[in-house]
């Protein structure tokens, strides 16, 4: 759901959230620039739901602006999971960002080895095992920007939308 246009990548989408000193080096480059629905999710349907968040990039990398920004976007209240009671089960090792070889939070980054679709599955099974419960693939959901990622997860069960003014792939 994070949006980067504008600085050459096209215009920026109205209703998007602009962060001026935070540098998004995905695709081209520039500043960050969430979509409204990412950076008000809390006041989205979602708000009741486990939140994960994937990235095929490192994201500015450990203890950048930009995971930091992200972060405080993905756990305001009243969203579940990130930095929730989730998070309790699992010692707190929800606040870290992990790599999509070794999954130990509902936060990914460096997708680029896996296939989304196996990326998604671990989320899910972070959560199964943090909540003791199982989530049946119907009930998650996966927004991007990307037609391209939206499209590979068809026939999954998972119910994924594009969600943008426009797409960065075309």
């Not at 979509?35 to 009741?48: I, N, R, V, Y």
């Not at 930009?66 to 976007?73: F, G, M, W």
Request: proline residues 5%; positive net charge.
């Amino acid at each position: 759901m994070q949006q980067r246009r504008g600085a050459g990548g096209g215009p920026m989408c109205g209703g998007n959230t602009h962060y001026p000193n935070v540098v998004d080096p995905a695709y081209d480059g520039g500043l960050l620039s969430l979509s409204e629905a990412a950076a008000h999710l809390e006041s989205t349907p979602c708000s009741g739901c486990l939140v994960g968040a994937i990235a095929s990039g490192a994201l500015g990398g450990r203890g950048s602006t930009l995971r930091r920004v992200l972060y405080q976007t993905l756990t305001k209240p009243p969203l579940l999971g990130i930095g929730s009671g989730v998070s309790d089960h699992s010692k707190g090792k929800s606040k870290l960002w992990s790599s999509a070889t070794m999954v130990r939070s509902p936060l990914v980054v460096n997708r680029d080895s896996e296939t989304l679709q196996e990326t998604v599955r671990k989320i899910v099974r972070w959560y199964e095992r943090a909540t003791a419960q199982p989530i049946a693939n119907r009930a998650v959901y996966y927004f991007d920007d990307s037609r391209a990622r939206v499209r590979s997860l068809t026939n999954t069960g998972f119910n994924a939308r594009q969600v943008s003014c426009a797409t960065r792939d075309g």
